[in-house]
């Protein structure tokens, strides 16, 4: 995954873990991270890329989104205090949206990262004041200073009134910095070689297709060695959640209160001849970890039913006794999920989700790579990029009883389409576009521009795969548009 996130809040009986399936709305950093704090879906909260003009922590989303957000509920009304430390949004403490004076509605203590992710040399606000940290270990390792400033608030707070903490370390974001005592670990590491590793994504949008296949030794040096450092990176995220935890029982505090653990969103390393990144709408890029601990969940489950990351908001409103229903969120609360023994019934879940991406790129040739002309960005040496503005899209991924699928459209002159049986093909290898039964296209398409304009409610509605399901063609919009892409 690309940076860890860890929640604490406090509830009022034994303590275990789950690991449920979790996906993110978009994988990249900011719409996805606007997600987590709003329970919306990107075209609800507007967030679309990593800089301000994308709306990634504007002065807009500071008037419109942040008032609404979970943390801002638990403190305004279910009566939390709440910490946060860390990576907050990437355009965070920039002079043009409030710099860092600004405090998000929300918290009551606040330790922000100006900007995106480091490890030295980094700023701080804290509470709205500047705080320069430089390159001393012992002093500034980012990681290690969010675990004693979080340490230091379970030290201090009012034990009087519920908490809330979140700690997001950049970790293991680039530069993929380990602290000291650890950058000699994991010498014989690789990434992983699955079945999609160096091969040519050949039915794949054009993007994709675009890789080099098979990549450059040097290519897979990189990467190999990438890998060694953000795994080397989590070591210091192991010794904080072990620090916070440890306190937690320390204090008297960990049997009523519920730990999450989980990221903003997943990362590639070679898959489809594809060297970093993420954005991408495959399975590597768009699922992530989640573990969660608390009252009334049973040890070592596993859970079946997929959740996404708009659902976290919701689900941390309504262990603190908040009704969500009172909220405008597309999520919905998992806690039942996780305090039953596993045997939820499915038809109380939903069955299918929306992932939602809009690509970015230069409006000039990368003088390194002019035969690529305009319109892509994040380009390696050799000359492999991994986004454009064409690379924007949508999908419907579903998790039912009966289906395991992928639907995805992109916002191209193509009308580009992937359809992917994730049951027979775990590593994505084929793309079914084309032979899939026409019937289901035009039922998943029609499903797929429902998601995109809802709101709320209206997100949760029952998939094409969910028994309470009624297609209506007369409900389809724009119907050439799915003519033209059925041909």
């Given at each position: 995954w690309n940076s860890s996130i860890f929640f604490t809040i406090q509830a009022s009986l034994l303590l275990a873990v789950v690991v449920p399936v979790q996906f993110v709305a978009s994988p990249l950093?900011?719409?996805?991270?606007?997600?987590?704090?709003?329970?919306?879906?990107?075209?609800?909260?507007?967030?679309?890329?990593?800089?301000?003009?994308?709306?990634?922590?504007?002065?807009?989303?500071?008037?419109?989104?942040?008032?609404?957000?979970?943390?801002?509920?638990?403190?305004?009304?279910?009566?939390?205090?709440?910490?946060?430390?860390?990576?907050?949004?990437?355009?965070?403490?920039?002079?043009?949206?409030?710099?860092?004076?600004?405090?998000?509605?929300?918290?009551?203590?606040?330790?922000?990262l100006d900007r995106n992710s480091k490890y030295y040399n980094y700023s701080l606000s804290v509470n709205g004041k500047l705080r320069r940290h430089g390159g001393n270990y012992s002093q500034d390792y980012l990681t290690d200073v969010l675990a004693n400033m979080s340490l230091d608030f379970l030290q201090y707070k009012s034990n009087y009134r519920p908490f809330f903490m979140m700690v997001s370390t950049p970790a293991p974001h680039a530069p993929w910095t380990p602290a000291p005592q650890y950058q000699d670990r994991f010498k014989d590491i690789?990434?992983?070689?699955?079945?999609?590793?160096?091969?040519?994504?050949?039915?794949k949008h054009w993007l994709i297709r675009q890789a080099k296949t098979p990549m450059t030794n040097s290519s897979i040096h990189f990467l190999d060695d990438t890998f060694r450092k953000r795994w080397r990176t989590l070591l210091s995220v192991d010794d904080l959640v072990e620090k916070i935890v440890n306190r937690l029982e320390v204090r008297g505090e960990l049997e009523n209160t519920y730990?999450?653990?989980?990221?903003?969103?997943?990362?590639?390393?070679?898959?489809?001849?594809?060297?970093?990144?993420?954005?991408?709408?495959?399975?590597?890029?768009?699922?992530?970890?989640?573990?969660?601990?608390?009252?009334?969940?049973?040890?070592?489950q596993t859970c079946g039913l997929a959740v996404q990351n708009v659902d976290l908001g919701?689900?941390?409103?309504?262990?603190?006794?908040?009704?969500?229903?009172?909220?405008?969120?597309?999520?919905?609360?998992?806690?039942?999920?996780?305090?039953?023994?596993?045997?939820?019934?499915?038809?109380?879940?939903?069955?299918?989700?929306?992932?939602?991406?809009?690509?970015?790129?230069?409006?000039?040739?990368?003088?390194?790579?002019?035969?690529?002309?305009?319109?892509?960005?994040?380009?390696?040496?050799?000359?492999?990029?991994?986004?454009?503005?064409?690379?924007?899209?949508?999908?419907?991924?579903?998790?039912?009883?009966?289906?395991?699928?992928?639907?995805?459209?992109?916002?191209?002159?193509e009308v580009f389409v992937e359809v992917y049986n994730i049951t027979a093909d775990r590593y994505q290898l084929s793309n079914l576009a084309k032979t899939i039964d026409q019937e289901v296209l035009e039922k998943m398409n029609h499903r797929l521009m429902m998601l995109q304009s809802c709101s709320g409610q209206a997100c949760r509605t029952p998939g094409v795969y969910d028994t309470r399901y009624r297609f209506d063609p007369s409900l389809m919009f724009s119907s050439n548009r799915l003519r033209h892409h059925l041909k």
């Open positions: 950093c900011c719409p996805s991270r606007a997600s987590i704090l709003t329970g919306k879906y990107p075209h609800n909260h507007h967030v679309i890329n990593n800089t301000l003009e994308g709306n990634c922590s504007s002065v807009a989303w500071q008037k419109t989104q942040e008032p609404k957000t979970f943390p801002a509920l638990l403190q305004a009304y279910a009566g939390y205090q709440t910490f946060f430390a860390g990576k907050y949004l990437n355009q965070y403490g920039n002079p043009d949206a409030g710099g860092v004076e600004h405090v998000p509605l929300g918290w009551d203590y606040w330790v922000g690789k990434a992983p070689r699955d079945p999609n590793f160096n091969v040519h994504g050949k039915d730990v999450i653990f989980t990221s903003d969103n997943g990362y590639h390393t070679g898959q489809f001849s594809l060297p970093l990144d993420k954005r991408q709408l495959y399975e590597f890029d768009i699922r992530v970890p989640l573990l969660v601990r608390g009252p009334n969940i049973k040890p070592n919701p689900t941390i409103l309504d262990i603190a006794g908040y009704n969500v229903n009172k909220t405008s969120m597309d999520g919905m609360s998992f806690l039942p999920v996780l305090v039953s023994d596993g045997s939820v019934n499915s038809s109380m879940w939903r069955t299918d989700f929306l992932v939602e991406y809009e690509g970015e790129g230069s409006n000039v040739s990368d003088p390194a790579c002019p035969l690529l002309g305009p319109g892509v960005s994040e380009c390696f040496p050799d000359c492999v990029c991994e986004d454009s503005f064409n690379n924007t899209y949508a999908c419907v991924r579903t998790i039912a009883p009966s289906a395991n699928l992928q639907y995805c459209e992109f916002d191209d002159n």
